[in-house]
């Protein structure tokens, strides 16, 4: 099973350093970014099982960065650390959608269990199923009729990304930023590429799919049933 991945947004190198160390200890791989343009590419392009995110942070602060990756429809766990401890702060990020919000100083030992929380919330729906077709999100792994499916990083990226947003209608604009990442020039094409290789791999009849579907005009959009 692959490890757990998280990225530390954190620009205080102190903070961020000992974040990383322990999380290592505890069997996590981690990713850092040191302020929220960085922090923000690699959420999209890493696509780690959780975020830990200071809230004070140069360039975009957390806020910002948070509100624009629920805005791309990315679901990504976030636990927020903040001095800012004021009610209206918490309110304010858990408003945007993090999962946690912890307040600087904390204890190593509260926001390692807060994170195992978050993840142990995630985890419940982390097998998602369609038709035939099973979806490992935490270990990427895919299976149909029992059998393994090969597919490639990105192609579970895109699957991924539909299987987060059942029923959406995605322009191919939002496709490219939300499942190749930040700054990704990409063109519609490469979408409907990969559209077909996922059709090709997982619908019973690729000709006649019943589950990723063209929005004549807009885009494509995932139905399970």
Known sequence: MAPVRILVVEDDLSILTGLSMNLGYEGYQVLQAQDGQ???AKAVDEAPDLVVLDVMLPGMNGFELLKELRRRGIEVPVV?????GMEADKITGL???ADDYVVKP????ELLARVKAV???GARGQVVAFGEVSVDLRAKTVSRSGKPVEVTAQEFRLLAHFLSHPGRVFTREELLSGAWGFDYEGTGRTVDNFVSQLRQ???????RPRHFLTSRGLGYRFEPG
């Open 201 to 207: 791999k997982l619908e019973p009849e690729a000709e």
């Open 95 to 97: 408003t945007l959608g």
């Open 38 to 40: 960085q922090g923000l």
């Open 106 to 109: 904390f204890g190593l030992q």
């Open 119 to 121: 993840l142990r919330r």
């Open 80 to 84: 927020m650390v903040s001095a800012k």
